[in-house]
């Protein structure tokens, strides 16, 4: 298996998210919400809330990810890069090419999202 053409993309993926991250925490609004907005209609503030929680939910996906890649980046340098997690079998190069940090093969990972989803 080919993993400088993994790590490669790996690392793409983790300083692009890392950028994507710095811009969302760059956007943020102020955490007195309350205060910036007490003259504003109450419809504005729930707006404002509902805001806040949708970046909130992306800057946790957005960190989940990262967190994905990185765990991908160490398995390359441990060796066990493309190796299922649950069965210990390789994963398929095209499972791989889709989902370079992926951790389990196809029939593993149905069956963990079946499970948990």
Do not use: F
């Amino acid at each position: 298996m080919d993993t400088s053409a993994a790590r490669s993309r790996l690392e793409k993926s983790l300083a692009q998210l890392q950028s994507n991250d710095r811009a969302l925490l760059e956007e943020r609004a102020p955490s007195d919400l309350h205060l910036a907005h007490l003259s504003q209609h109450p419809a504005d503030y729930g707006t404002d809330l509902s805001d806040a929680e949708r970046e909130d939910a992306v800057r946790g996906a957005v960190e989940r990810e990262i967190s994905q890649i990185k765990q991908a980046l160490q398995r390359i340098d441990d060796g066990t890069y493309g190796t299922c997690i649950v069965c210990g079998k390789k994963i398929p190069k095209a499972r791989l090419d889709a989902r370079p940090e992926a951790i389990r093969c196809i029939e593993h990972q149905q069956e963990y999202e079946e499970q948990y989803n």
